[in-house]
């Protein structure tokens, strides 16, 4: 065993111990009203991108804070590795949703991380347990209507990451870059009382490779899934949240949160939908309801 990596801590993070272990005894801030909570049977979120300017921390600390799950499934980029060796930027709003995920994990709540390309530093550590969150390579959940969907990141089915990985660094740098201008554009429309709308996403619809990529990446997961045998898939990867069939395969987005600000949302009957929490996000109005997107309805 002189290979095993080493014990995991939480020294890569920039908050303290102290802050680690009290987070289920201290209420995280800009906790819902009583009766607004949503129950979940699963919660499902990946490419949050902590550690990176164009994470929306804040919305994401409220969409955990205002809904419970039994099983909250943590699907790779949670933290920005590739960031961390460039410039990390934290704030206190990162930190509430590093809080909301320990207080879920220390109330009970099944939380298992299942790292990507962007922490892919955590990977060494799959199959143990820290602060009782699960980090595991991949697994199959079973749904409450007993449908059997692998949850896994996604980048290994990425051709630029398996073939060039050189070019996903500078794509990257790119990318960044079109999140900064989407950050302002949102800037801009919240001085308008405006909700909050993706530049960056909105573009990524309109350029034809971007559409080709995500209908390749997608059947390419449907092929591998089907392969296993198994019903479907939960992945992330391309921040491009989705409910589709492929011949057959279940295949679910769960998007980002960088972008659209979206989950995979599982009911105790095991349908599946997405939700769009930004839409219930306007500048200085009152609170709205979040906005659902139901799938659409699912061969027996």
């Known amino acids: 065993m002189e290979n095993a990596p080493a014990p ?3 020294t890569a ?3 303290t111990a102290a802050e680690r272990f009290q987070a289920a005894a ?3 801030a800009a906790r819902p ?3 607004t909570y949503r129950r979940h049977r699963t919660i499902f979120i990946s490419d949050t991108h902590l550690g990176t300017a164009g994470c929306k921390a804040a919305l ?3 969409f955990l804070a205002a809904n419970h799950c039994d099983t909250l499934y943590l699907i790779g980029d949670i933290i920005d590795g590739w960031q961390l060796r460039r410039r990390w930027h934290w704030n206190a709003a990162h930190d509430r949703v590093v809080r909301e995920i320990l207080t879920k994990a220390a109330a009970g709540t099944r939380v298992v991380f299942v790292p990507g390309n962007h922490d892919e530093l955590f990977r060494p550590y799959c199959g143990q347990t ?6 595991l390579a991949d697994c199959v959940h079973r749904t409450a209507n007993g449908r059997a969907l692998l949850v896994t990141h996604g980048d290994q089915f990425d051709s630029v990451i398996a073939c060039a990985p050189w070019l996903a660094h500078l794509g990257d740098h790119a990318y960044t870059l079109a999140l900064r201008l989407n950050d302002a554009v949102a800037r801009a429309r919240g001085l308008f009382g405006l909700s909050y709308w993706s530049l960056s996403l909105w573009l990524k619809h309109k350029i034809k490779n971007a559409v080709q990529y995500i209908g390749r990446f997608e059947e390419a997961v449907a092929r591998d899934v089907k392969a296993r045998g198994l019903d479907g898939v939960v992945c992330g990867h391309i921040h491009h949240a989705a409910i589709r069939q492929f011949d057959g395969i279940l295949y679910c987005n769960d998007g980002d949160w960088v972008e659209s600000c979206t989950a995979l949302v599982e009911d105790a009957r095991g349908n599946l939908e997405i939700l769009h929490w930004a839409s219930a996000f306007v500048p200085r109005a009152a609170p709205a309801r979040a906005r659902i997107r139901k799938a ?3 061969p027996a």
């Open 130 to 135: 820290v602060q009782g969150i699960e980090i």
């Open 60 to 62: 994401l600390a409220q």
């Open 33 to 35: 009203a009583t009766g």
């Open 8 to 10: 995991f801590r939480f």
């Open 26 to 28: 201290r209420p995280p």
């Open 296 to 298: 659409a309805p699912l």
């Open 13 to 15: 993070f920039p908050f």
